[in-house]
């Protein structure tokens, strides 16, 4: 017999899966941002002659 579907439960769980990957990129890229700034201001640092 099959089961019976709880596609409310089934709804929820793809809409954290999908909230969670979400937040996982908005944090790579803000890592990804951060980086790059840095990266930025490190090499205007080491090019002023002063």
């Known amino acids: 017999m099959p089961r019976k579907p709880n596609y409310r439960f089934e709804r929820n769980e793809r809409a954290k899966s999908k909230a969670a990957k979400k937040a996982e990129r908005l944090q790579a890229k ?14 205007q640092n080491s090019d002023d002659p002063a």
Not at 30 to 43: I, L, Q, V
């Open 30 to 43: 803000a890592r990804k941002s951060e980086d790059r700034k840095t990266e930025t201001a490190e090499r």
